[in-house]
């Protein structure tokens, strides 16, 4: 192999392994704009998310009506063994059974003839009450239909217990306690008659809730601005993206593959208005604080210009 031929295979291997290099340091460059860009407009993404979590809070607060739960717990009982006591609790088998028919006793819970039945005892109560002059804890009469009453009721049995949950959902959180424990201790009775069973012991009974179960407010305080963040930090990442225009030496490097030999920094100042066309040096547009060779050449022929008219004369 002679000697040029050995020179020209080593350029193109250092060639290729700069083009290597260049690629990595490129995905690693644009990781870093990408940081930087977020750097930069920090104080706008923590702006963005602070408004989003006010607005957020705001809404919360006086737009969205507040739910409460009541919530009561029944444990379910049999009749069998030697004693025949009420408060037995169920065999081996009885328990079995119990979790897999939790659906049966919801379906019975939920039934239109209980829900029904439910409104119109806390109505007659409510009544008797108002016509005796004795303060009663419901504002007025319920008003609900079937299927918005069914709504509000929810049925649960944990894993591996006899208990059942009866849940109550409404805006006024005492309401929510009356209908819960007037609905668990019809229910009751009626699963003792329809189920076959002893009748159910409610070991316990429904509370007024002191605090909404929804909305948080903190908690969506706190996705509002997580979200507010991300939103404005992928704006940012997507200007910063679809920037095409070059800013540095190392743009022109990697978009063109031209090696930038120089840099001019501009010191500031106040500019000269004027592109300057130079009569002998020809430089292309573009503002400066001093103006040039090209300035001085077009001084100096203005000049002699002048001279040359004044001797004609």
């Known amino acids: ?44 993404i923590i702006a963005v998310a602070l408004v989003f979590a006010l607005v957020a809070g705001i809404v919360v607060q006086f737009f969205i009506t507040p739910l409460y739960e009541a919530t009561t717990s029944t444990y379910l009982v049999s009749t069998s063994g ?122 316990d009974q429904a509370v007024v809730p002191e605090d909404p179960s929804f909305p948080s407010l903190t908690k969506t305080v706190v996705i509002a601005f997580v979200l507010g963040a991300v939103l404005a930090a992928g704006v940012i990442i997507f200007i910063a993206v679809m920037d095409t225009t070059v800013k540095t030496a190392e743009d022109i490097e990697n978009r063109c593959g031209m090696v930038t030999l120089t840099k001019v920094y501009y010191e500031g100042g106040k500019k000269k208005k004027g592109y300057g066309y130079g009569y002998g040096y020809g430089y292309g547009y573009g503002y400066g604080s001093h103006s040039g060779d090209g300035s001085k050449s077009h001084s100096d022929k203005g000049a002699r210009n002048d001279k040359d008219g004044g001797a004609k004369k």
């Open 82 to 203: 030697s004693s025949g006591a009420i408060g037995q609790l169920l065999s081996a088998a009885d328990l079995s059974l119990s979790n897999s028919i939790i659906g049966d006793y919801s379906d019975i819970i939920k039934s239109r003839t209980v829900l029904e039945a439910v409104i119109n005892k806390m109505n007659a109560e409510y009544d008797a009450q108002v016509a005796a002059g004795v303060p009663t804890s419901m504002k007025e009469p319920l008003d609900y239909e079937y299927e918005e009453f069914y709504e509000k009721i929810e049925v649960t049995n944990p894993t591996d217990t006899h208990i059942i949950k009866i849940t109550v959902t409404d805006a006024d959180p005492i309401l929510a306690r009356d209908i819960a424990n007037t609905l668990t201790y019809y229910v009751v009775d009626r699963l003792a008659d329809i189920m076959g069973i002893s009748v159910p012991n409610v070991y």
């Open 1 to 44: 192999m002679d000697q040029n031929q050995y020179q020209t295979d080593a350029a193109l291997a250092r060639r290729n392994a700069a083009g290597g290099a260049q690629a990595d340091d490129t995905q690693e460059i644009d990781l870093l704009m990408l940081f930087n860009a977020l750097r930069r407009h920090i104080l706008i």
